[in-house]
């Protein structure tokens, strides 16, 4: 247990459609990372929210966006879903940037677009 | 560019000693972890290296060369619950990279 939850563990939608995933960092930490792991791949970095500012990006499109609140949960929003988008969705928090800190990752969203 | 290279699958037996190898070219570099990942779970943290040389953790060790852009994961008295994909991944400036992860399979 890391004390890390994501939400919905599973959900399918359609291409077009929009996606909300939500996440609940462990005890204390600031910093929260979303990643994307399609099948067979290494998590691709997203972006990553410190103290409710958005302090990092990856190589994702606009339409992928996201939220910090004040007590360091976090949303992934995925606009106008496509069929790649399917993957597991993992969110990762941590007591300060990625740098020198244990990453502690939740257990995932997995994500279907048909 | 930025490339995290590590071999896409490894089998080997119970009780003996794997090296899963991980070279890496990235823009920051503040140290390299290793992560656990069984299928359909979550990657689970197993080291993290911020200066060269060979850290030790019961039956895992890892190693690092910043000069050279390369790590090492190893594994001894391999066991059945080993099996799994093993991440190389580097903390840069506010991210991480992830290799694609090398699928350890441990056969009897």
């Known amino acids: 247990e890391t004390g890390v939850t994501q939400s919905p563990t599973h959900l399918i939608k359609t291409r077009g459609q929009q996606v909300t995933l939500r996440c609940s960092s462990q005890s204390g930490h600031n910093t929260v990372s979303w990643y994307q792991q399609a099948l067979g791949q290494g998590p691709q970095f997203i972006f990553q929210y410190y103290r409710e500012e958005e302090n990092g990006r990856g190589n994702f499109p606009p339409r992928f966006s996201g939220l910090q609140f004040p007590n360091y949960s976090s949303e992934l929003n995925v606009n106008a879903l496509e069929l790649d988008d399917s993957a597991l969705y993992l969110c990762?928090?941590?007591?300060?940037?990625?740098?020198?800190?244990?990453?502690?990752f939740g257990e995932g969203s997995w994500l279907t677009v048909v | 560019g930025q490339n995290i290279d590590q071999p896409t699958e490894m089998t080997a037996t119970e009780g003996a000693i794997v090296q899963i190898n991980c070279t890496y070219q990235t823009s920051g570099f503040n140290g390299l972890f290793w992560y656990q990942q069984h299928a359909g779970e979550a990657p689970t943290f197993l080291s993290y290296n911020v200066l060269d040389g060979l850290e030790e953790k019961g039956r895992f060790s890892s190693f690092l060369s910043r000069s050279k852009g390369y790590s090492y994961l190893l594994l001894k008295e391999l066991q059945m619950k080993d099996s799994a994909s093993y991440l190389c991944?580097?903390?840069?400036?506010?991210?991480?990279?992830f290799g694609a992860g090398t699928r350890l399979t441990v056969k009897p």
């Open positions: 990762a928090s941590s007591l300060g940037g990625a740098a020198g800190n244990t990453i502690y």
């Open positions: 991944a580097v903390d840069g400036r506010n991210d991480m990279r």
